[in-house]
């Protein structure tokens, strides 16, 4: 499959979408169909049996995903496919929960993350964690990775400078986007949260930025790339609010946004 949409995304236009082939069992399926008339034995016995099935199937499930990521990592760690390849200091994958329902992501790794080889480790990274406490959220709950997965610097000589960052460029982005779009086909978030201006035209491939387009919820619904829903909501980079604490309040309005939305899901 991964062969396919590669050899797909070299052949057509970048921007066309691909479906997964990933499919779960769910629970309730069985429950809405399930014939009322059986006796209370037999039903005991088949609800026993769902639920060792349900466990199971969402066990292999996180299993599997796992091992999809673990795969997909490697492929990163490897990769040369762009310039950003030859003067990162480490590939910064992502991180997080599998079966997270919603994925941050971000622009693309900085100094402390080339050096770490983690997204968002350094003090944007912190101001994370603290908005994701503000909604009862932390990184084992979510899934948190880039649009580009390897430093882009201003000079590729000085890896080790520091301020020596840059946001990638249309041609990086295009280079690794399969790996982007890999980890939401595996992952199969229900909300991308996209921080700054990078992630939010990339997903909702628009020109505008993040401040003309936060505040809502939008929708990408199937599609060839997709073949599943997932709500967007967009937000400003917590870079941006390190810079400009007058963006708080927005950031946290969107942060409401989505504590709703996951509400009862
Ligand atoms: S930025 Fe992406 S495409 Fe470029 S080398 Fe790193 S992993 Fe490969």
Known sequence: MKKVIKFLREEIDEDTYIPS?????????YQENKKADINSEFLHSVSDLVDSNFNSDMSSDLN???????????????????????????????????NAKVMFVGEGPGWEEDHRGEPFVGKAGQLLDKILASINL?????????????????????????GNDRPPTAKEISACRFYLEEQIRIIKPLCIVTLGNTATKFILNSDDGVSKLRGKIYEIGKSFFFDFDIKVIPTYHPAALLRNPSLKKETWQDMKMLRDFLKDK
């Open 21 to 29: 082939s990933y499919f779960g069992i769910k629970k309730t399926d």
């Open 64 to 98: 599997d995903k796992e091992t999809k990521l673990a795969k997909l990592r490697e492929e990163v760690l490897n990769c040369r496919k762009c310039e950003l390849g030859y003067s990162r200091i480490k590939a910064v994958f992502g991180v997080g929960n599998p």
């Open 138 to 162: 932390d990184r084992t709950k979510v899934y948190i990775a880039n649009v580009v997965k390897c430093h882009p610097m201003i000079n590729p000589q000085t890896p080790d400078a520091r």
